[in-house]
């Protein structure tokens, strides 16, 4: 598998862990907990089981490939893909296989976020053998999470006939991408067995996705050809080429539209890490399961997120409530309105206080 | 009114308002706001209206009298009392009376707490120069709060006949001084009309209280007018002899046993200050009852207290809770639930994180 590639998405930027996660320091570079490894480390660590340091890469805004290059010290710089501009996921993609086509005409990629969390790492590692084997074959193959509850904040794949089995791991057709449902849906999707949660984790050739991009946005395809051999030469000039495509997902704009799809249906027990409740699910719990970062007290508390590493925080009758202390701020939340952030964030931004967000 | 003289007593300590307080920080000293005063020179403040601030006196610890002198610059050392040792009220009374007795035989005095809060301070002070005129007839007189509330926190006076109406303000005679209530007695208190708040506040003649002493109390007389002739010139053998004293209040060692105590009803707007819960009653509040201290932002909050005057605090959907961020600790608590604060200083006390009480 000297051919197969890991290409990480590191561009996402977002508040839902203000105020831990700022504008200049996103999730996949936040540390969980002090002494624990950032999102973006643990992915790359969990590659390693399956994909050269050498074969890793990286795509991402100029000012957040620092922050990979501080965070993974032992990458080498020309495998951290600058995007010139944030265009979404279709273009970064498009223009890190066009990049790692030219140094491997035969690569295999397998595309995934930098900023979830998957515990089953072992299985991880299987899945990604047996997408290789399935993509080498010239499909598009993808992962779809086995859902253990009617969750809305996901898109889902209704996933087909099984087509063939690999090394004891079943790969299915994909009937349909299918975007958020509301509660009710969910919760049937649920029930049927047949529906998967779309974790954003694809692998294809590099000759594969360039093929389909060149037939669903030959245009963009063109564009992204010549700022790959602009960039490093006249990088204002690629600035300006890539400010010219349009900004669209790899689900909406490839993914949804290619027929023939594959889907490895896996129970990665998987997180996207989406919010403080997220969090909750995935780290040590006392035993009334509040996770509780640094030496606070906790009386009469339950199912709460408490994460404070220099000030003590006493909470007192608290039930699923996340308390997040940081240098310069504090958050208050039931774990049920902790998208709420999103106002807070908004407000600080009315107000004037960026220095916060 | 030259021989009126206010007695502060500053000597209390408390774990109510930890964060905010501490062991060498209580109550009387803390500001609920900055720019605000403190509770203490909000007292001082007060009693300006009547008192020259010659005749008014402070009776503390040692460690406390440094910040009194600290907070009221033009108090004159000679007018802060230093108790050798805790004693409760009752001894440190008998003997700031004793002192003020040698500076003049015919001394009135207005005994009252340092931290409560009085919003009526116009009747305060009309309510003091009536008290002045009784006790001045060698009565003890103690001003009763008219309740608005059936609470359990504080201890009632049950008020008798009217004796006499002194500038149109009442004067009753006291039935009963009575320990704080259960719920179901306290609802019984208020609707009665009957009953009053005891509020501490106690005025009476120097040499009234003196003698009521050495009739209740006479060894802890005795070796009080020793310990304010040693007090100065030998502190040591002052404090030796002081110890020897039992601690003991003044309602319990004088006032409930002295008969012919009477009570001047008033409807001072008063508070004890007593938890986070009160601070909500006294300080202004937003549209939804929120009392914001600092630039914190509240969405979807209702009646809560929040302060945190260098952290931006941002709290979501909170109900009737209380977040108090410090330069070294954050408090979450339930209103209802903030005396359980006394467990959070047990359990720094016991995990050994002393910094913090």
Same mark, same amino acid.
Request: charged share 25%; hydrophobic share 40%.
């Given at each position: ?10 561009? +996402? ?11 200049? *320091?996103?999730? $996949?570079? *936040? ?9 973006? $480390?643990?992915?790359?660590?969990? *590659?390693?089981? @399956? ?19 501080? !965070?993974?010290? !032992?990458?080498? !710089? ?11 996921? /279709? ?6 296989? &066009? ?10 990629? /397998? ?14 590692? !299987? ?7 399935? &993509? &080498? ?11 253990? #509850?009617?969750?809305?904040?996901? +898109?889902?794949?209704?996933?087909? %006939?099984? *087509? ?18 509301? #509660? ?7 029930? @049927? ?27 963009? =395809? ?43 249906? &896996? ?6 890490? +989406?919010?403080?409740? %997220? ?9 009334? +399961? ?7 007290? =906790?009386?009469?508390? $339950?199912?709460?997120?408490? #994460? ?13 409530? /996340? ?5 310069? /701020?504090?958050?208050? @939340? ?24």
């Amino acid at each position: 598998m000297n051919n197969y590639y890991a290409l990480v998405m590191a561009g +996402g930027s977002g508040t839902r862990f203000w105020p831990l996660s700022r504008k200049r *320091l996103p999730k $996949q570079f *936040l540390r969980l907990k002090d002494g624990y490894s950032s999102l973006i $480390q643990m992915t790359h660590t969990r *590659l390693k089981n @399956t994909f050269s340091p050498d074969n890793i890469y990286y795509v991402a805004s100029a000012e957040y490939s620092k922050l990979i290059k501080n !965070e993974i010290r !032992e990458i080498d !710089e020309s495998n951290i893909i600058v995007e010139p501009l944030p265009k979404n996921t /279709a273009p970064a993609i498009g223009l890190s296989a &066009a990049m790692i086509h030219k140094r491997d005409e035969d690569a295999v990629i /397998a595309v995934m976020p930098s900023d979830h969390f998957i515990q089953n790492e072992t299985l991880f590692s !299987e899945v990604l053998k047996v997408g290789y084997k399935v &993509a &080498a074959n010239d499909n598009i193959v993808t992962i779809g999470i086995t859902p253990d #509850r009617p969750e809305t904040g996901f +898109g889902y794949i209704k996933k087909g %006939a099984e *087509l063939e089995t690999i090394d004891g791991i079943s790969v299915n057709g994909v009937e349909a991408f299918i975007e958020k449902p509301n #509660r009710q849906k969910a919760i049937e999707y649920l029930s @049927t067995g047949r529906y998967l949660w779309n974790a954003g984790i694809f692998i294809f050739t590099a000759k594969k996705i360039l093929s389909e991009m060149g037939k669903l946005m030959p245009e963009t =395809l063109d564009t992204i050809f010549k700022v790959r051999d602009l960039i490093g030469k006249d990088p204002k000039k690629a600035e300006e080429l890539f400010s010219t495509i349009s900004s669209i997902s790899i689900d909406y704009g490839i993914m949804e539209k290619v027929s023939g799809i594959r889907v490895i249906p &896996a129970d990665l027990k998987w997180s996207d890490v +989406g919010s403080w409740g %997220a969090i909750r699910d995935i780290l040590p719990k006392d035993e009334y +399961g509040n996770v509780n970062i640094g030496e606070n007290i =906790l009386i009469d508390c $339950q199912d709460c997120v408490i #994460r404070s590493e220099k000030k003590t925080v006493a909470a007192i009758g608290m039930h699923s409530v /996340a308390i997040i202390v940081t240098d310069d /701020a504090v958050l208050v @939340t039931p774990l049920e309105k902790c998208q709420d952030v999103k106002k807070v964030v908004d407000e600080l931004d009315k107000i004037g206080k960026k220095g916060l967000i």
